[in-house]
C-alpha cells in the first residue's frame, strides 16, 4: 500500500490526484519539493512499477511527508473494480453480526423498542464515520501525519492494535456454531468442535489467500452475493408469512403474540453501561464502511470508487438490518430471542421452515456467509500488516512486508493467522460478545483521535486539498458520544456489588491493557534503548528481491552527525 498522507491514486491520464494533499504550491516551495521527485510510474491490470529517483529514497523513509506518494514496488496490481469493491465493503459490514447479536443485543438492553432504537442509531453514527473517514482517509497514515510528535508513538499505537486485535475469532467461531446446528447438535454442548471447525476455516482461508490470490477474490465476492441473497430471502420470507396470517408455532412459554407500541418498551435497561455494550455489538455489525482503504492501492479509480461504494454499502446494511431485525421479532418470540447466544438466525429459519430446509440448508448458508466475512476480513487485514510492517515496527519486517513467492502477502497473512487461532482457542463460554466488547472499547480511542485529527487539520492546514469535507457539527457529535463510550464502563449498574461490575467491565481492562502494551513497547523501542544505548533510531530504505520497499530502523550512534538523506539498502 503506498502510503501518503493524502490519497493520490492515478486519474485516467496517468497523473496524480490527491484525496487530501496541498493545492498548488508557490515557487519557493515548488523548490523545497524538489527534493521528493518522482517519476512517473507505470500502472496495469496484472503489474505495477516504479523507479525511484534519489528524493524518493529520502522520502519512503518519511512518516511526514506532504502531496507526495511513496513509491512501492510490491504491487499486486489494481485488480479491483466498484463491484469488487462494494463486495469487499458490504461482506465486511454484512457478516456474522446481522445472524448472531441481536439476541445479546436484546438479551441486554430488554426491550425489542430499545433494541431497534440502537440499531438505528447505530446506523447514524457509522454515517458519522463514514463522514470522517472519506474526508480523513486511511487512520495509520494520516494518524501518523498528524500525530508527528513523540516520534513513532501514533506509528506503534496503530501497529500494537492491529497486530493484537486485529483477529478474526468471532465469525469463525459463527461459522463452527452454525454448522454444528445443522448437523443436530448443540453448540454449547461440543465447545471442542466448534473451535476445530473454526480453526480449520482460518487455515483453509489463509492457505487460498496467501498462494491463489485471483481465486481468493473470487470466491469472496461469491460468498458476498450469497451473503446478501440470504438476507434478502430471509427479509422477504417473512414479510410473505406476516401478510398471509400466519402464525408460529407456539413457544414453550405460550402462544406467540405481536407486541404493541407500549409492550415493545417493556423490560427496558436504561443504564448507560449497558447500552454502550450493546452498541459496541451494533458498530460492529456496521463495522468495515472504510474496508477499502486498506487496499486502496489495488482498486481502480479509487477516488470515486470509495465515494460511491462506501455510501451505497451503507445504505444497503442500514436497509436490510432493520428489515431483518423486524422478520425476527415477527417470528420469534421474545424470551427466545433472549436465550438464543448466537443462534438466531437458526431459530429463526427452524421456526419458518421446518426441519429440513430450516434445521439443515439455511443454517449452512449462514455458516457460509460467516466465512465469506472471514475471507474479506482476512484479505483487508493482511494488508494493513504489510503495511504496518514495511514501517520497520515490527521483528523480521522483511519476512512480513513481501509478496514472494505466490505474489500474496503470505507473511502478513501469518501474522494475522496467529492471533486469530489464539483467541478462537480460548476457554471461555461466552467469548464471542466478550471478542467483540474487547475489539469496540479501544477501538473508540481510536475514533477520538481520528476526529480530533480532522478538526485540528481544518485549523493547522486549511490548504490540504479535501474533494470530500464532514459536516463539522457531526464530527463534534462524534467525538462526543466515543467520549461517553470510554467512560461508560465506569459506570455501574443499580445494586452491582464491585466485583460483578468489575467482571462485567473486563473487557475495557483488557483493551486499555493493549494500548498501555503499545505504549510501553514505545517507550522502551524508541525512549529508553536508544537513551541506554547512547543512539537514536533512523530510517532506512531496503528493497526486497520482490521490489517491495521497506523501512527500517536503524541504530545510528548520537556523535554522529545528522545524514543528509536516508540509506538505500539494496537485498
Known amino acids: 500500500m503506498a502510503s501518503t498522507v493524502g490519497l493520490h491514486p492515478p486519474s485516467p491520464g496517468g497523473e496524480t490526484a490527491p484525496l487530501l494533499g496541498s493545492q498548488p504550491a508557490s515557487p519557493s516551495s515548488q523548490a523545497g519539493q524538489s527534493r521528493h521527485r518522482r517519476r512517473k510510474s507505470t500502472s496495469s491490470f496484472g503489474s505495477s512499477t516504479t523507479t525511484l529517483d534519489t528524493g ?3 522520502s519512503a523513509a ?26 469487499l465493503i458490504i461482506s465486511r459490514v454484512i457478516g456474522s453480526g446481522i445472524f448472531a447479536t441481536p439476541g445479546a443485543i436484546v438479551g441486554s438492553v430488554g426491550s425489542i423498542g430499545l433494541s431497534l432504537t440502537l440499531w438505528a442509531a447505530g446506523a447514524i453514527i457509522s454515517w458519522f464515520g463514514l463522514a470522517v473517514g472519506l474526508e480523513y482517509g486511511c487512520d495509520k497514515v494520516y494518524l501518523e501525519f498528524t500525530f508527528r510528535r513523540p516520534r513513532f508513538l501514533a506509528s506503534t499505537i496503530v501497529a500494537i492494535h492491529a497486530v493484537v486485535l486485529g483477529f478474526t475469532a468471532s465469525n469463525c467461531i459463527v461459522f463452527g456454531e452454525y454448522i454444528l446446528f445443522a448437523l443436530g447438535k448443540h453448540p454449547s454442548e461440543h465447545r471442542v468442535e466448534v473451535r476445530a471447525l473454526a480453526v480449520a476455516l482460518m487455515t483453509a482461508i489463509t492457505v487460498v489467500h496467501g498462494c491463489f490470490l485471483r481465486t481468493g477474490i473470487f470466491l469472496q465476492n461469491l460468498l458476498g452475493w450469497i451473503k446478501i441473497g440470504l438476507v434478502v430471502f430471509m427479509t422477504l420470507a417473512s414479510a410473505v408469512v406476516v401478510v398471509a396470517g400466519y402464525r408460529p408455532t407456539p413457544s414453550s412459554s405460550g402462544t406467540r403474540t405481536l407486541p404493541s407500541w407500549d409492550g415493545i418498551w417493556e423490560g427496558s435497561v436504561w443504564n448507560w453501561g449497558i447500552i454502550s455494550t450493546a452498541l459496541f455489538k451494533v458498530f460492529y455489525s456496521y463495522s468495515g464502511l472504510q474496508n477499502v482503504n486498506n487496499v486502496l492501492n489495488e482498486v481502480r479509480d479509487p477516488v470515486k470508487t470509495l465515494r460511491s461504494a462506501a455510501t451505497t454499502a451503507l445504505f444497503t ?8 431485525n423486524v422478520a425476527y421479532f415477527l417470528i420469534v418470540p421474545l424470551d427466545e430471542i433472549k436465550r438464543s447466544g448466537e443462534l438466531i438466525a437458526a431459530l429463526f429459519f427452524h421456526r419458518l421452515l421446518g426441519e429440513t430446509t430450516g434445521r ?3 443454517p449452512v448458508a449462514v455458516a457460509i456467509s460467516a466465512a465469506g466475512n472471514v475471507m474479506v476480513v482476512t484479505f483487508s487485514l493482511a494488508r494493513l500488516n504489510q503495511e504496518i510492517a514495511r514501517q520497520g515496527l515490527l521483528p523480521y519486517g522483511h519476512l512480513w512486508s513481501s509478496s514472494r513467492p505466490f505474489g500474496a502477502p503470505l507473511g502478513a497473512l501469518i501474522v494475522h493467522y496467529v492471533p486469530s487461532v489464539a483467541v478462537i482457542c480460548v476457554p471461555a463460554t461466552n467469548i464471542y460478545s466478550f471478542i467483540l466488547d474487547v475489539e469496540g472499547y479501544p477501538g473508540q480511542f481510536f475514533v477520538l483521535a481520528t476526529s480530533l485529527g480532522l478538526i485540528w487539520l481544518r485549523k493547522t492546514r486549511p490548504d490540504l486539498h479535501r474533494p470530500y469535507k464532514a459536516f463539522l457539527p457531526v464530527v463534534w457529535a462524534r467525538i462526543g458520544l466515543s467520549l461517553a463510550m470510554i467512560g461508560a464502563p465506569f459506570i455501574p449498574k443499580s445494586g452491582e456489588s464491585h466485583g460483578d461490575h468489575l467482571f462485567r467491565v473486563s473487557y475495557a481492562l483488557v483493551g486499555m491493557s493493549v494500548l498501555l502494551l503499545a505504549f510501553l513497547y514505545w517507550l522502551v523501542l524508541a525512549v529508553v534503548l536508544p537513551k541506554l544505548g547512547n543512539y537514536r533510531l533512523e530510517e532506512a530504505v531496503e528493497v526486497l528481491q520482490d521490489g517491495t520497499i521497506i523501512t527500517k530502523l536503524v541504530r545510528v550512534p548520537e556523535e554522529e552527525s545528522q545524514p543528509s538523506t536516508s540509506s538505500l539498502i539494496t537485498d
Open 56 to 58: 524518493d529514497v529520502a
Open 62 to 87: 518519511r512518516r511526514d511527508i506532504e502531496d507526495d506518494v511513496l513509491p512501492e514496488r510490491a504491487v499486486l496490481g489494481r485488480t479491483l473494480g466498484w463491484r469488487s469493491a462494494y463486495i
Open 317 to 324: 446494511a442500514c436497509l436490510l438490518y432493520f428489515l431483518v
Open 360 to 362: 439443515i440448508l439455511l
